[in-house]
């Protein structure tokens, strides 16, 4: 199914991925959200689920027996529910990626190959095919195997440590709540993928994209990679800590000499800028603390909101701590349209679309979140040319689930 747009004079455009076909293997949340913005970029995504379902269906928050989680991620797509340890629901896959153009998995290094829709198995049906394998370590090498949530792919890459340097005094890493590596290896591999259809284009063969979360997360640290090769010719580099307001807290980043000037003249300290502790970058880095204490003396007087409005009016660098709901509701965030709809069978919900707005394309996410299995007869009919009898007989023999709303004719 190919959606339209309109765009630029109201002239109907195609979405740019219009056209691809991808399937989708993927559970949890890297996967996922990297097939749901091929989605939101006009693939047309089948989501291949076992018969118990993706696990993030049952993940909070569930609002009259589904999830609100599973919404976001998986909006726009189409569910078939197949089991992959039978032969037949391992030929329902092998046939998909016959008439592909993306395979999406996220399974343990080595367990597609063993289920037999691996890439090497697959590439011999389809060589055009762009099949993209996520996995915390890698697809090979001594580490390939270990376990990797989000949570321990941050710890084990350095990342933990070197926010918990960024905080001064701090005596352990802190918890991070939210899945940074998960997300990030979803743009990765939304990125690798449209990299891997513009060489196929080039050249009409596909590839392997073997995509790591512990490789994303080191691209996260350029600086301290850097600084870790060099610890001699490191120059300490200082933090902008939380500043406290009296009803929250800001963050003030005096960057430029300007910068400076400017902060000191809107919060009423000119003689700031010829005070020799402070007059140059370099005697504001060796008088951090002196410095970081006269500021928040002076936003601890205000609440956060004044000490915003005072210094964006004085041109300098300053946000207010805020809360997601708050951001939701900025002006800025309506204005771009960030926050969509879209519904499933509890009701209406709003899902955050892509960040980049394309001038010629629409990319809003799709406006509908299958039920599982809601898509097994169709895709099997329309895709693959089963009849219904045999549809049914795979449905009770549990090859396949359909969803309670589905057309399926019995035996």
Known sequence: MTETSTVDGGMPELRPLSGIKVIDLT?????PYCARWLADLGAEVVKIESIAGDYMRN?????????????HLN???QSVAVDLKKEAGVRIVRELATTSDIVLENFRPGVMARLGVGYETLRQLNPRLVYCAISGYG???PGSARPAYAAMVHASSGFDLATMDAQGDAVRPQTCGVQIADVLAAVFACTAIQTALLHRNRTGVGQCIDLSLFDGMLNLLPAQFQQTQFPGAEQKRPFYPPLPARDGFVTIMPLTQQNFSSMCNAMGHAEWVTDERFSTPGMRFRNWRPLIEEMSFWTSKRSAGECEDILVRGGVPVARYRTLAEAIVDPQTAHRKVVHETSDGSGMLGVIGLPFRLSGCETSPGKHVPDLGEHTAQVLRERLGYRDAEIASLLTLNVIACAASADVTSP
């Open 27 to 31: 559970s949890m949340l890297a996967g």
């Open 59 to 71: 993940t909070s928050p569930v609002r009259d027996g589904r999830s609100a989680y599973f919404a």
């Open 75 to 77: 909006t726009g797509k």
């Open 139 to 141: 697809q090979d090498g």
